[in-house]
């Protein structure tokens, strides 16, 4: 019966659930392991209705005194971590961690930005490279110009560009402006998808081909194969 009882005080003590993103980046908003545990003790009394918790209160929960819990939330107040509202009723006060996941989102946002401008230079640089080797020669300024414009200014994806790429040298037609004549053409069609240009570009060559050679080039290499993955 004892152990029942137990038992039920501990369920009845509810779960905190801690958001994984706190425990995975605390250490990159500069918080170390006894604020951390100090902001979870604040979002524990909160979740069970005490919305400002004594310092007291949460040393007994903590190795740190009541005085060292003073410092720490003015710390975490002054670095914009933790705030303190004060509600409509007169002496009536609450700590709010919105600071604190404004931080967090903050920070979320900035990493993913970095992420896809990184993975962007990654993708302009591997398209240099792969324009250089097809012509066999390093890029003019000019051509390299070009390379920016479409990218920058016509918002041409780097994989649709390496399509158009591929396109002229099936063709044939190793210059810029065939590759330029092709992407205009593609934005014109609404083409962002590589499926999307391969299916453009079999229904292209099919219609510029006289009857008997469509016939033989159904034996042939496809030509869409540069557009596999």
Avoid at 147 to 162: G, M, S, Y
């Amino acid at each position: 019966m004892e152990q029942k009882e137990l038992l039920m005080r501990w369920m009845n003590e509810g779960m905190v659930s801690i958001p994984q993103v706190l425990l995975t980046y605390y250490k990159k908003l500069k918080l170390n392991e006894t604020e951390l545990v100090l902001l979870l003790q604040i979002f524990s009394y909160k979740q069970k209705g005490r919305h400002f918790p004594t310092f007291e209160e949460l040393a007994d929960r903590m190795t740190i005194s009541a005085g060292e819990c003073s410092l720490l939330v003015k710390k975490l107040v002054q670095h914009q971590i933790l705030a303190i509202e004060q509600g409509d009723t007169l002496g009536f006060e609450s700590y709010s961690l919105t600071p604190l996941w404004k931080k967090l989102a903050d920070f979320m946002l900035q990493q993913s930005r970095q992420s896809a401008l990184h993975q962007a230079m990654s993708e302009e640089q591997d398209l240099y490279t792969c324009f250089e080797k097809e012509f066999g020669r390093p890029l003019s300024p000019l051509e390299c110009e070009t390379l920016a414009i479409w990218i920058d200014q016509d918002h041409h994806d780097a994989v649709i560009i390496k399509a158009a790429l591929r396109e002229a040298v099936i063709s044939g037609k190793m210059n810029f402006r065939y590759i330029d004549r092709i992407l205009f053409e593609w934005k014109k069609q609404g083409i962002e998808t590589l499926e999307q240009a391969r299916e453009y570009g079999q229904r292209f060559r099919k219609n510029q081909l006289p009857v008997d050679q469509v016939q033989r080039s159904k034996k042939a290499v496809p030509f869409y194969n540069w557009l596999e993955q």
